[in-house]
């Protein structure tokens, strides 16, 4: 792979990282100072609701979330051959990251059923806004794509052998995922006593978790031997099942004409 594109993955990816830690933190700070706001009870996007006190910081907080989601799938895509099973993992994260944008200031939410009285009475009532309506449906679409990209990026990794066997822990991850969005959807309750809000972080710390996973996966793959992530990875790769791991930089890898042809397999 020409060094110019590695070079664009491994700052796409640092990207990434770093604004995924951006959004950590004002999520923290949004939900500390946002009057009776519970992060046990309610959802993340109740910060950027019309009524909000600081609906501006949900609201940028969660784009540059969205642009980290969208500049993972970039190097991800760069990453892989031009086949539909090479870029349609990229393309589920992708468009994840568009919908966490939309359900920022696009689509806010109009009320709080969990902080807001008569907030519920008029979903019900379908008194709410269609952007009410857009921000559910968005974060619905964001979190299936999210949870379909990684049965793709499985299929996508088979037969590449810079990434190990990278196909078989997705695959476990995304058997890990479906009982986990599961809770969220079917167990988690939405109530003035519920739990919601800690089983929706739980669940959107999984999918932050593995697309941080693939981006380390990339700077391993791309960088130079002595890079943070290349020594994080070959450490992992000292366990037995850390073989499955992607084979990072310097680590006698094979020909890219060899894994370009075994990643088409």
């Known amino acids: 792979?020409?060094?110019?594109?590695?070079?664009?993955?491994?700052?796409?990816?640092?990207?990434?990282?770093?604004?995924?830690?951006?959004f950590v933190v004002a999520i923290a700070v949004a939900g500390a100072i946002e009057p009776g706001y519970s992060e046990l009870r309610d959802a993340i996007s109740f910060l950027g609701a019309r009524n909000a006190e600081r609906p501006?910081?949900?609201?940028?907080?969660?784009?540059?979330?969205?642009?980290?989601?969208?500049?993972?799938?970039?190097?991800?895509?760069?990453?892989?051959?031009?086949?539909?099973?090479?870029?349609?993992?990229?393309?589920?994260?992708?468009?994840?990251?568009?919908?966490?944008?939309?359900?920022?200031?696009?689509?806010?939410?109009?009320?709080?059923?969990?902080?807001?009285?008569?907030?519920?009475?008029?979903?019900?009532?379908?008194?709410?806004?269609?952007?009410?309506?857009?921000?559910?449906?968005?974060?619905?679409?964001g979190g299936d794509a999210l949870l379909l990209s990684v049965f793709a990026m499985a299929w996508r990794f088979r037969g590449d052998s810079r990434w190990g066997r990278a196909d078989l822990l997705a695959l476990g991850a995304a058997l890990l995922g479906l009982p986990i969005f599961a809770l969220l959807f079917f167990v988690a309750d939405g109530g003035i006593d519920g739990n919601y809000g800690l089983i929706q972080r739980l669940s959107l710390a999984a999918g932050a978790i593995w697309v941080a996973a693939l981006a380390i996966g990339l700077l391993a793959i791309h960088g130079r031997p002595g890079d943070r992530a290349v020594r994080l990875v070959a450490w992992l790769r000292r366990f037995p099942i850390g073989r499955l791991a992607p084979e990072p930089a310097g680590d006698e890898p094979g020909s890219l004409a060899e894994d370009s042809a075994r990643s088409h397999i």
């Open 1 to 22: 792979m020409p060094a110019g594109r590695s070079d664009l993955i491994r700052r796409l990816t640092i990207g990434s990282l770093c604004g995924q830690l951006i």
């Open 56 to 141: 501006w910081l949900f609201d940028t907080a969660v784009a540059i979330w969205g642009a980290a989601f969208i500049a993972a799938a970039v190097a991800l895509s760069l990453d892989a051959p031009r086949t539909w099973r090479g870029q349609l993992g990229p393309a589920l994260i992708g468009l994840t990251g568009i919908a966490q944008i939309l359900a920022g200031f696009p689509f806010p939410a109009d009320c709080r059923d969990t902080i807001d009285a008569g907030c519920e009475a008029r979903e019900l009532a379908g008194l709410v806004s269609w952007r009410h309506e857009a921000h559910s449906w968005a974060y619905i679409v």
